[in-house]
């Protein structure tokens, strides 16, 4: 259930602002323009926001900057402590996953998440997705930033090209993790009654802006 990457991410939990700041060179392609990025989920939420896999809070930030409403959902407790250390009590952050966790007090119109969407493998995407279509009313909104990949051949190549640069670690989170594809994501989008776009943002990332109709 998205879960099984826990021990990472608790690890990480120290360094990680480091390591979207471009500090660690083999994983700078995949934050390149960490902060447009950001910018780009947040300006695209609506009011009320569920957000997934709040890290360290640097989406939460931008979302209230914005003075948009935010309900938090993290499974790690070192990434819910150093976010509460960046935002104090401005936000509530609750532990939960993409698939199991508690409804907000209040109705949500829009469901964001960045670099997290991944830990789920494409079946569990689909039940994610079902589950926040029943959430959300017509033109309320799914705003995901995320790792994806044109097609399984991008994807391969991307693999292939981590190990001539000797980026092991990230070769092997690429094979590790649940990485899809643009039209895999299309299909789970609107099977659920929503219309998406992609926007890419840099060589692995894309900004997914799904619509309910």
Do not use: C
């Not at 097609?151 to 899809?180: I, N, P, S």
């Not at 299909?187 to 802006?209: A, H, S």
Request: cysteine-free; overall charge negative; hydrophobic content about 35%.
């Amino acid at each position: 259930m998205g879960r099984e990457f826990l021990d990472l991410f608790e690890a990480w939990a120290d360094s990680y602002d480091q390591s979207v700041g471009g500090y660690d060179e083999e994983y700078r392609d995949v934050f390149a323009n960490y902060e447009d990025i950001l910018n780009t989920v947040a300006s695209k939420a609506k009011s009320v926001v569920l957000e997934f896999g709040v890290g360290t809070g640097n989406l939460t930030k931008k979302l209230l900057e914005q003075g948009k409403t935010v309900y938090g959902i993290e499974p790690s407790e070192p990434m819910r402590k150093k976010a509460h250390e960046k935002l104090g009590d401005k936000v509530s952050i609750v532990d939960g996953d993409f698939l199991q966790f508690s409804l907000p007090p209040e109705p949500v119109d829009t469901i964001v998440s960045t670099y997290a969407f991944h830990h789920l493998t494409d079946r569990e995407k689909q039940e994610a997705i079902a589950k926040y279509g029943k959430l959300l009313n017509k033109g309320d909104k799914i705003v995901f930033a995320d790792t994806v990949f044109r097609d399984r051949q991008t994807f391969q190549h991307a693999v292939e090209e981590a190990r001539e640069r000797g980026f092991h670690h990230l070769a092997d989170d690429l094979e590790r993790e649940y990485y899809t594809t643009l039209d895999v994501l299309t299909k789970l989008f609107e099977e659920n009654g929503f219309t998406v776009t992609f926007t890419q943002k840099n060589v692995f990332v894309w900004v997914m802006e799904a619509v309910k109709q």
